[in-house]
């Protein structure tokens, strides 16, 4: 397997487009996870199927997040998307959100070219309001049998405010790898 993070960029984030590596698919169990020093996909977990997870979900190449792991993606798509698929997303937002303390932020992004949905989704705020909650109470409570109180979304942001997230994590990334 190719290793994501040497022949995958960020994308072109200023002009709002991520490429985006899915890691699990949408209703998966299957916490699967990137190991980028082996650069390998491994199964970390299999959670209960009240946590089976919401959305697709991923990570942008060439960028580190506070928790040490490449910055992750909710991916928003009507189909479940296999681990390893590269998608060229387009940012909505970010859901800022505390994992055991440490900030794991999530941008949220839909695939940039979605013909069905006639890339009808520009922002959160074309999401309805019940999507949000489901996500927010997912992520509030997918570790609740394990370790109940340990995550916490702390708030969507914009836009702009994943931009600048995912530059942090652009710059984390170039000082550590």
């Avoid at 970390?44 to 959305?55: Q, S």
């Avoid at 910055?71 to 060229?88: A, K, M, Q, R």
């Avoid at 997912?138 to 995912?166: E, M, R």
Wanted: contains cysteine.
């Amino acid at each position: 397997m190719a290793d994501f993070n040497v022949i995958l960029d960020t994308g072109a984030v200023d002009n709002g487009t991520i490429n985006t590596v899915i890691e699990i698919g949408m209703g998966s169990k299957l916490k699967i996870e990137w190991n980028r020093k082996q650069a390998i996909f491994e199964l970390d977990r299999v959670e209960p199927a009240i946590f089976a997870k919401p959305c697709n979900y991923g990570f942008i190449p060439q960028t580190l997040d506070e928790d040490g792991d490449e910055l992750d993606v909710l991916l928003i798509c009507d189909e479940p998307i296999p681990t390893g698929v590269v998608v060229s997303a387009t940012i909505i937002g970010i859901m800022n959100f505390e994992d055991d303390g440490e900030m794991d932020h999530k941008v949220v992004a839909v695939p940039a070219d979605d013909r069905n949905s006639g890339d009808a989704i520009k922002s959160l705020d074309d999401l309805p309001a019940q999507w949000l909650k489901q996500v927010e109470h997912h992520f509030n409570h997918y570790k609740d049998l394990k370790k109940p109180g340990s995550t916490k979304v702390l708030g969507w942001g914009s836009i702009d405010d994943a931009k600048a997230t995912i530059k942090e994590c652009q710059t984390r990334w170039a000082k550590e790898a």
